[in-house]
Structure formats: structure tokens, C-alpha cells
């Protein structure tokens, strides 16, 4: 170890937990040699040394899933390279269901697991006794077991990683806590230590539950919060063996595992406990918080239930240990927006050692490149806005996250903490008209309504949801007579500036020189030609647009089209979400019923599709935008927020007549995947291309000019696209897709749906998906080949199409 602290380095990585171990031998691996990992204590400490440290491959994307497989090769691998055991036990996993819904769960996670490629087996309940001789079986329905996971010693897997650092030039500095931080030119430049300052040019925070309070030092913000984690160690009993697949009881909140000849019970147990850092003591590191037998209790009954034998077993101790969680039980990682050069990744959730192999090399190639390389949204810290990252709501909502860690993956759950964070101006009124609201991005956006007088139950289940009829007659008034649908919470980003149109053309792959009132769907890609996001343009002046974007996007977005300002452009971006609602007006009667409310000629001619106009409607003024999610004629108003609500109430009034229903997002969703309709963050994504979204008629790749991610759209041309999205209707009605299901082609898995709803229009389930081309022709593919969709793996005829399975030529949007 290095004697003195230098005051210099490339890059710093802060925390010497498994994370941060892995980012910097990555690091090293990339070249780097200029790397410091600084520790405020001992490596390990913190929570990695007690760690069950279990490596389950299977995540909900794809890209997740190649990260956990990475860690689980990369921790066979690192004893080769460095001489340092991992530890590694190939056991295998093994879920067992105890209920029918529970059974479906893990049936759904084995037909994912087949779509990304992990060898999954179900098996019944006399062979879960084979593998668990001491279990109770008596009542499981049948287990999956997945063969290929695994688990190591935390420790050694550090100890090897740091080997293999140090290695590569990596110094590493424990007992060094990080006090501060110097900045300069807008972004980090220094890290502070006790010891001295060390001049950076850029810092990967690691620091595990630390981390939200390191990261405030820089100003930036890590939403997260830890939590009490137990485990039940016991003394060696008769029964059992080393490699017995970890057992996943999750009916009973735990999971099961050998240790040392005994038994370890890990827990995600209901009321869950938050842990204040500021009660721990400032040398906390190998220390573990109190025993909590009360608390652990109903744990304890469950596990003596799936586990007799344990009634007899002599306790070791009953483990409680700090472990992180964030407000949506995915960990946090990247580049912070509010500081360019200050990269993290840290709230893991419990997930850390699966992920930190692959985590930690994903974070070493965004810090060295800028990227990835792959689609880590789903991780991305720009998914949470800073209002996000207060101290009840991370805290609140990390406790409920710790106790759904097992829960059933049930269509339509929502957290119950952490709510009403962004409401629109028509919350109030929308919730006594029957709302049933969603959290999205920390806005609550209605989902269904219930009918006149209410009484439709939110119980969850799997099929078809108790608010099936709900949302089908707010599909049917959309279709048939005219909707209104609140979506205050779109993103919106004010462009403006002397070189707005030359900096949105190069930024943006779709044509933005158009004329002032053109409304234009764009991408917005990466070097790889991959959808970073999509977004509708206004244009308003010459020098002035309005984007509008998801609202899971909205900090994301202002991010991204921030750091592509070059420095000799004279470009300004204003966030102007709160500014303005948003009111959709979407259906056949969508024109009669606005032509009530004011002057404006709403005629084709008048106001052609893709256009936008202000216009006096109502007692105010808004700028309505003649586009739809929907496939439906219709509008959406851009009404200023204080004007919102009397709008909305004049919409009411003179829309009885006309068949007018409030909607929902649940609806939307069926009405969108029927006409086609792509949502970023499921049908595409960073590594989807719109060559492979059949969307490259939405880009300016047909002419001469250049944008970002051209070079790769040409190259993907040339050599043909590898995979192409596909329409899916099922042909059996009683069927209820939820996305994430395998698309069997021929009876070969080739894809997987990325989103799914029910097509009330068509009366069966409807999809987005992906699947191989394998050199032929994609609509030979469509043409002559068997389609199914594998749903907890049951199979499920299917068809296919490229066009969109509702009004495929666009006739009623341009009505």
C-alpha cells in the first residue's frame, strides 16, 4: 500500500465494497492507470462482508440479465487470473410455490429466463424433496430450479478483484474517508480527504449506504436509504450438504442456503425497518445492528414450517445488517446530471454481489467512453428528478421496497409510499370523478376509473384484472365517441436560441428545419444508432421548440440534449413541465366537441395532422397539437397549469352529449399497442435501432444530412438488421399477456415481447416484440412462419404483423 496520498489522479473510486472493487479492477482492465480507490474504513466493511453474497442470473431486462451472467463467469474465471479464490459454488437456485399465483410468478420468470437464454427446469414436488431432503413439501405445487446460478465468499471475490487491481496499476487507500469535494468548470475536480486534496479528473462513488450522504457533498443527488437485512445462521445440523440449491421460500419472505454444515435464512420480511446513519457510530464497519426476535418472528414461523428440522437447531446468531435500497428496487448508475465527472453506482438493493461484476465493468467502460455500450436505463440515476430524492420519500419507500423484494409480480401494482410527490392541477378534480391513480416518475396519473358509484375492487390477480370492463369502456369511447385523458405529466423542455435548428438536426435523427406550426416525431440516438429517447418537436419560431417527452424521461432528456450544446452553439434549454398541463382530447368526436369550447377552424384543412396552433378555447388560451397515442383524431392541449382545471371542467360540460369518458394509461396502453404505437423504455431503447424498429422512415437517413448515430444506421443497412420489432395479436380472447413473454417462432424461442396489453378493439390480448431475422427477409418471417407466445410456460398461438393490427393505414387519424 502506498505510504502517502498523492495529489493526483485520473480517476477516484470512493468505497472498498464489492462495487467499488470491481469498478476499479475494470478500470484497470480498461488501461487505466491512474486509478485510487479511497475506503473509509477496512475493504468489505459496510455491508459486503456480511453478505449472502448469492449470484441469481435472471433480471427484468435483458441487459440486466447480461450483467448478472457476466458476474457469475467472471467469478469462475478471476482464481485463473489471480491465484485468489472466489469461492465460487455452482448450486444452483431452486423457487418453490406454495399457491397458485405464486406458481404463475415463478412460471413467468422461467419462461423470461428462457428468452434470455438461462437453463431453467420446472420440477415437482417429490423432486424439490430429492434436492431438499429436511424441506416440508407437503404443500408445494412445483419448483424451478435454475442450474447455472450460483454463489461465492464476498470477501474472496474482493480479495481477488483487488488483486487483480492492484495488478493493473490501481493504489489503494483504506482508513481514508472522503470529506468533501473541489470543482471547476462546471464539474468535478477534486476529491477531499483528511489527508489532502487529489486533484480528479473524474470520481466513480461506491460507497454502499453511504453514498446518498457523500453524494450531497457534491450537491448531487443518490436517492437511497438503508435498511435492517437479517439472516438466521445457525450451528451445523444433521441433513445438510455443501451445493444444496439456494432455496427461494418467497411465500414465506425468505430464502434458504447452506452454511458451514447449518443454515442460513436471509429475509425481505413485511415492515420492513429504515436504519437513521446518523444513529450509527462514525467507526461502524465490520458491526451489525441489534437482534430483533420480535421483529423476525413472523419469518422465523415460516421457516419452521418449510424447515422442521430447524426447531432443533442450536442459533449462531441472528444477523441484522445495513443494506441499501432505492425508490424503485433497481440500483443506481452513471453520470450524475447535476455533475459531469461524477459517476456512481450504489444502491443495490440487495442485488450487490450478483451484480457487481458486471456492474462494476458496465460503470468502468460509462466513466472511460461516456457509454455503456449496452441499454442500462432501467439503472440510469437520470431516471428520478431531484424532487425525487427527499429524505422521507427515499426512506419510506426503501422500507417498502425491502418487503416487496418477493412480492408477486401482479399487472397494475403500485407502491403505496412515497405518493402524491407531483400532482397535476386535475388531481383533485379526476379523484372524485373516480381516478385509481399510478405513480410514473413520481406524478400520480390516473390509471382506470371506476363507474358511476364505484365499488370495483384494486384487488391484484393474474388474467383478467377486476378493472378489466373499466378500462374496456374507456378503450371503446376513445374508439367510438370521445375521450379525455389527463398528461399534465409529459416532459417538456423549452429550446430556444440563435443555432436551435442547426444544434436539433444534428442532435435529432428525424428533420427539424420544417416550418414554424409542423409538429414532428424525432429519435434521438446514440454513436450506435440506439434510441437514447424519442420525443415530439414543436416547432414555435425560428429560433424556439418545444420537445415534449415521457414522463420517466423528462431529467434524462434535459441531460442528455444539455451535454451535446457544443460550446460555440447558442442554444439554452428551459424545463418547462410545471409550466403547463396537458389535456388530450382523443376520438371520432374529438372536433365536434372542441368546436364548442371556441373560435379556432379545427377543419383538415384548417389544422392539418402533425400541426399546432394557439388558440382561444374555452376562457384561456392553450396550444393545441393535433397528434395522437392513440390512432384516434384528436388533440392535445398545452394549457397553462392555473388554467388547467376550469379547461378541463368546460371539456366536461360540453362533451356529454358526444359519448365523453375520462380515460386512463391503462387504456392508452391497449390503444397504442394496437395501433403500433412504441414506448421508449419497453419497445425501444438505447440498444434498439429504428432499423430494427421498422421506424427508419422517421429519420433523415434517406438524404444527405448528418445526425448522431448516422454512421451506425448506415453500417446496420449495409449488413441487414439482426432482429426487427413485430406486431402480435393472440388468438385465443381468454388469454392476458403482461410483456416479457417469449415469442416462439416455428417453436424456437426468437424474441420476447417488450410491452402487452388487452386490444379491446380486437378482443384479444395485443403485443410489441422483437424477434431474430437470421438472414431472411422479415416479411417472409410474418408470412409463412408459426407464431406463439409462451405465457408461464404455456404456449399460445399468435399472429404476426408489420403493420399495425388497428387502421394499418392511418386513415382515422387524419379523418
Avoid at 13 to 30: E, F, M, N, P
Avoid at 398 to 420: D, P
Avoid at 505 to 533: F, H, I, K, M, Q
Avoid at 579 to 598: H, K, T
Wanted: net charge negative.
Amino acid at each position: 500500500m502506498p505510504d502517502s496520498l498523492p495529489q493526483s489522479a485520473e480517476i477516484v473510486v470512493i468505497g472498498g465494497g464489492i462495487v467499488g472493487c470491481s469498478t476499479a479492477y475494470h478500470l484497470a482492465k480498461r488501461g487505466k492507470k491512474d486509478v485510487l480507490l479511497l475506503e473509509r474504513s477496512k475493504l468489505t466493511s459496510g455491508t459486503t462482508w456480511h453478505s449472502a453474497a448469492q449470484v441469481r442470473q435472471l433480471r427484468s431486462s435483458s441487459s440486466l440479465t447480461t450483467l448478472m451472467k457476466y458476474s457469475a463467469e467472471l467469478y469462475q474465471s478471476l482464481e485463473a487470473e489471480t491465484g485468489q479464490s472466489t469461492g465460487w459454488i455452482g448450486c444452483g437456485s431452486l423457487s418453490i410455490a406454495a399457491n397458485p399465483d405464486r406458481m404463475t410468478h415463478i412460471r413467468r420468470q422461467a419462461s423470461l429466463a428462457r428468452a434470455f437464454g438461462i437453463e431453467v427446469e420446472e420440477i415437482d414436488a417429490a423432486e424439490i424433496k430429492r434436492l431438499w431432503p429436511i424441506a416440508n413439501t407437503d404443500d408445494l405445487l412445483g419448483g424451478i430450479l435454475s442450474p447455472s446460478d450460483g454463489r461465492v465468499s464476498s470477501s474472496d471475490v474482493c480479495a481477488a478483484l483487488i488483486k487483480g487491481a492492484r495488478a493493473g496499476g490501481v493504489r489503494i487507500f483504506e482508513d481514508t474517508p472522503v470529506t468533501g469535494f473541489t470543482f471547476a468548470n462546471g464539474r468535478i475536480s477534486g476529491v477531499e480527504t483528511a489527508d489532502g486534496t487529489i486533484a480528479c479528473e473524474a470520481v466513480a462513488l461506491c460507497g454502499g449506504l453511504w453514498s446518498r450522504a457523500i453524494a450531497r457533498m457534491a450537491g448531487v443527488s443518490a436517492p437511497l436509504y438503508a435498511c435492517e437485512h437479517y439472516a438466521l445462521i445457525t450451528k451445523p445440523f444433521d441433513g445438510i450438504y455443501t451445493g444444496m440449491p439456494v432455496l427461494g421460500a418467497h411465500d414465506g419472505y425468505m430464502y434458504i442456503r447452506d452454511e458451514a454444515q447449518g443454515l442460513l435464512v436471509g429475509s425481505f420480511e413485511p415492515n420492513a425497518r429504515p436504519v437513521d446513519l446518523d444513529q450509527l457510530p462514525n467507526d461502524f464497519s465490520f458491526d451489525l445492528l441489534g437482534e430483533n426476535w420480535d421483529h423476525f418472528e413472523p419469518v422465523m414461523e415460516e421457516a419452521l414450517h418449510r424447515i422442521p428440522a430447524l426447531e432443533n437447531a442450536e442459533v449462531r446468531t441472528l444477523l441484522n445488517g445495513p443494506e441499501s435500497f432505492t425508490l424503485d428496487g433497481a440500483f443506481l448508475m452513471g453520470e450524475s446530471p447535476e455533475l459531469p465527472g461524477f459517476f456512481m453506482c450504489c444502491g443495490m438493493n440487495s442485488m450487490g454481489v450478483a451484480s457487481s461484476g458486471g456492474a462494476g465493468k458496465a460503470l468502468a467502460d460509462w466513466v472511460v467512453d461516456g457509454d455503456p455500450g449496452v441499454d442500462l436505463s432501467a439503472v440510469d440515476v437520470r431516471r428520478f428528478a431531484r424532487v425525487r430524492d427527499t429524505l422521507t420519500a427515499v426512506r419510506d419507500r426503501a422500507a417498502e421496497n425491502l418487503s416487496l423484494h418477493y412480492a408477486i409480480g401482479y399487472a397494475g401494482h403500485e407502491f403505496e409510499s412515497a405518493r402524491a410527490l407531483r400532482l397535476s392541477p386535475l388531481h383533485e378534480r379526476l379523484a372524485s370523478l373516480g381516478a385509481e391513480f399510478g405513480d410514473r416518475a413520481g406524478w400520480e396519473r390516473p390509471s382506470w376509473f371506476q363507474p358511476a358509484g364505484g365499488g370495483v375492487s384494486t384487488e391484484l390477480k393474474f388474467g383478467k384484472p377486476n378493472w378489466f370492463e373499466c378500462v374496456a369502456r374507456e378503450h371503446r369511447a376513445t374508439r367510438e365517441a370521445v375521450a379525455v385523458f389527463d398528461q399534465t405529466s409529459f416532459g417538456k423542455i423549452l429550446v430556444q436560441g440563435r443555432d436551435a435548428v442547426s444544434f436539433l438536426e444534428r442532435v435529432c435523427a428525424g428533420r427539424l428545419d420544417v416550418p414554424v406550426g409542423r409538429t414532428t416525431y424525432t429519435p434521438v440516438l446514440n454513436d450506435r444508432g440506439g434510441y437514447e429517447s424519442d420525443v415530439v418537436v414543436m416547432r414555435l419560431r425560428e429560433d424556439a421548440y418545444l420537445i415534449v417527452t415521457g414522463s420517466a424521461q423528462q431529467a434524462r432528456d434535459l441531460d442528455l440534449l444539455g451535454r451535446r450544446i457544443r460550446p460555440d452553439e447558442f442554444v439554452t434549454l428551459t424545463d418547462m413541465t410545471s409550466a403547463y398541463a396537458v389535456i388530450g382530447v382523443m376520438g371520432p368526436n374529438a372536433r365536434a366537441l372542441l368546436s364548442r369550447l371556441g373560435p379556432t377552424d379545427l377543419s383538415n384543412e384548417a389544422f392539418p395532422y402533425m400541426t399546432h396552433q394557439e388558440v382561444e378555447i374555452g376562457d384561456t388560451v392553450a396550444r393545441a397539437s393535433r397528434i395522437s397515442y392513440v390512432g384516434e383524431l384528436g388533440w392535445e392541449l398545452y394549457v397553462p397549469s392555473e388554467a388547467a382545471l376550469p379547461l378541463y371542467d368546460r371539456i366536461r360540460d360540453a362533451g356529454g352529449d358526444l359519448g365523453l369518458e375520462n380515460a386512463g394509461s391503462f387504456a392508452m396502453a391497449g390503444l397504442r399497442i394496437e395501433k403500433g404505437y412504441c414506448a421508449w423504455g419497453h419497445d425501444i431503447g438505447p440498444d434498439d435501432t429504428p432499423l430494427q424498429a421498422g421506424m427508419g422512415f422517421a429519420t433523415k437517413l434517406s438524404g444527405n444530412a448528418d445526425f448522431i448515430g448516422r454512421a451506425a444506421l448506415e453500417a446496420q443497412k449495409a449488413a441487414g438488421v439482426d432482429r426487427r420489432r413485430v406486431l402480435l395479436s393472440v388468438e385465443d380472447p381468454a388469454v392476458v399477456l403482461m410483456g416479457l413473454e417469449p415469442i416462439l417462432v416455428d417453436g424456437e424461442i426468437s424474441g420476447y415481447t417488450t410491452s402487452a396489453a388487452y386490444g379491446h378493439t380486437m378482443g384479444q390480448s395485443v403485443a410489441i416484440g422483437y424477434v431474430e431475422c437470421h438472414n431472411r427477409p422479415i416479411g417472409e418471417i410474418v408470412e409463412n412462419a408459426e407464431f406463439q407466445i409462451e405465457a408461464a410456460l404455456e404456449s399460445h398461438a399468435a399472429h404476426a404483423s408489420l403493420k399495425p393490427l388497428y387502421d394499418p393505414a392511418g386513415d382515422r387519424l387524419r379523418t
